[in-house]
């Protein structure tokens, strides 16, 4: 992931230099020998995409279509952009039944991010679908299973290396490579209008499902825990928290926090940590069937060093009702 900073005119130099070494250590961290290569996408706003991390979570909000663009360390050379898309359906909400998120039985989600970093540009999409069992009143257990392709290009004339004659470097070097692979994952959960616990696994055929140039070594599992809690304090305010979770053999562990205040269903304020990396303020606010979020995220000290902001849009369209805190239609905001 890459870094551009600088004002001036000596900050040019700097930039580009500062911009080869990300780009450096991109590759070194890709192309090291029994490595995975395997990218890890932040989000500030993780408590949003929740069905993306677990596909038993599809649904949970309902049907809704969403949209997210994430520019990390701006204006840092070769820094990584994510743009994300997705759409999930609730086909009990097409009938217009009350009470859909509790009484319904299944649920479908489509979702498509691009991620660009350093010399690799990765298009991945996931096809997920969801089923739930109603186990009390106001309780579900879901499960759920996804599909996930990727297709993963590697523009070799961003590539460069202190090590002269690397076999396995050299072999990219002023060309491109492209990638696909397919593989699954799988997740189960239990949701209330006020609380939800979930695992998910990814990665359940560890990348060996591929065609292409093989740059990517196998991917391991990665194990992600998800739960979040809302309270109600009156009839205009609400708390809510939300925690994520991952572990996997290659990289460290990953621990996101955050809270968020809700005022009278109509806007929020929150702060989040992402544990060793970043704190986040964010803001958002609610419009009828829309819901607006941003978050301005910040590197903590010892995140390698580079402190340029990160900003991260989302917008929210919810089909069939309003996208509220205190709805008939049961859970909609997180």
Same mark, same amino acid.
């Given at each position: 992931?890459?870094?551009?900073?600088?004002?001036?005119?000596?900050?040019?130099?700097?930039?580009?230099?500062?911009?080869?070494?990300?780009?450096?250590?991109?590759?070194?961290?890709?192309?090291?020998?029994?490595?995975?290569?395997?990218?890890?996408?932040?989000? %500030?706003?993780?408590?949003?995409?929740?069905?993306?991390?677990?596909?038993?979570?599809? %649904?949970?909000?309902?049907?809704?279509?969403? !949209?997210?663009?994430?520019?990390?360390?701006?204006? &840092?050379?070769?820094?990584?952009?994510?743009?994300?898309?997705?759409?999930?359906?609730?086909?009990?909400?097409?009938?217009?039944?009350?009470?859909?998120?509790?009484?319904?039985?299944?649920?479908?989600?489509?979702?498509?991010?691009?991620?660009?970093?350093?010399? &690799?540009?990765?298009?991945?999409?996931?096809?997920?679908?969801?089923?739930?069992? =109603?186990?009390?009143?106001?309780?579900?257990?879901? +499960? %759920?299973?996804?599909?996930?392709?990727?297709?993963?290009?590697?523009?070799?004339?961003?590539?460069?290396?202190?090590?002269?004659?690397?076999?396995?470097?050299?072999?990219?070097?002023?060309? #491109?490579? *492209?990638?696909?692979?397919?593989? #699954?994952?799988?997740?189960?959960?239990?949701?209330?209008?006020?609380?939800? #616990?979930?695992?998910? +696994?990814?990665?359940?055929?560890?990348?060996?499902?591929? =065609?292409?140039?093989?740059?990517?070594?196998?991917?391991?599992?990665?194990?992600?825990?998800? *739960?979040?809690?809302?309270?109600?304090?009156?009839?205009?305010?609400?708390?809510?928290?939300?925690?994520?979770?991952?572990?996997?053999?290659?990289?460290?562990?990953?621990?996101?926090?955050?809270?968020?205040?809700?005022?009278?269903?109509? &806007?929020?304020?929150?702060?989040?940590?992402?544990?060793?990396?970043?704190?986040?303020?964010?803001?958002?606010?609610?419009?009828?069937?829309?819901?607006? !979020?941003?978050?301005?995220?910040?590197?903590?000290?010892?995140?390698?060093?580079?402190?340029?902001?990160?900003?991260?849009?989302?917008?929210?369209? &919810?089909?069939?009702?309003? !996208?509220?805190?205190?709805?008939?239609?049961?859970?909609?905001?997180?």
């Amino acid at each position: 992931m890459g870094p551009h900073l600088g004002p001036n005119h000596t900050s040019t130099f700097y930039s580009g230099l500062m911009g080869r070494l990300l780009a450096l250590a991109i590759v070194l961290l890709g192309f090291t020998e029994n490595a995975s290569a395997q990218t890890r996408k932040y989000f %500030g706003q993780f408590n949003q995409l929740q069905s993306y991390f677990n596909p038993a979570l599809t %649904g949970y909000e309902g049907s809704v279509v969403r !949209g997210l663009v994430r520019n990390q360390w701006a204006g &840092f050379e070769g820094a990584p952009q994510t743009y994300f898309i997705s759409a999930e359906l609730d086909p009990m909400e097409i009938n217009n039944v009350q009470d859909a998120s509790l009484l319904g039985n299944t649920a479908i989600g489509m979702h498509l991010i691009q991620d660009n970093f350093g010399p &690799f540009r990765q298009t991945e999409m996931l096809l997920s679908y969801g089923a739930r069992v =109603r186990i009390t009143r106001t309780t579900n257990l879901r +499960l %759920g299973v996804a599909a996930n392709y990727s297709n993963v290009r590697l523009d070799g004339n961003s590539l460069t290396t202190e090590q002269s004659n690397d076999p396995t470097i050299n072999a990219f070097v002023n060309q #491109f490579a *492209t990638m696909q692979i397919l593989d #699954f994952n799988a997740g189960l959960a239990i949701t209330h209008e006020n609380y939800y #616990f979930s695992y998910g +696994l990814q990665n359940a055929s560890r990348g060996r499902l591929y =065609r292409g140039d093989a740059f990517l070594n196998d991917r391991p599992f990665v194990s992600v825990v998800q *739960t979040g809690f809302r309270q109600y304090l009156n009839d205009n305010i609400s708390i809510f928290s939300n925690i994520l979770y991952r572990i996997q053999n290659d990289l460290p562990y990953n621990l996101d926090l955050n809270v968020k205040v809700m005022a009278m269903d109509k &806007f929020w304020l929150g702060v989040g940590h992402r544990v060793n990396y970043a704190n986040s303020y964010q803001v958002g606010f609610l419009m009828s069937n829309l819901r607006f !979020g941003y978050a301005y995220e910040v590197p903590v000290s010892r995140s390698y060093l580079i402190p340029n902001p990160t900003h991260e849009f989302m917008v929210s369209f &919810f089909i069939f009702k309003k !996208g509220g805190v205190n709805s008939d239609a049961g859970t909609l905001i997180w």
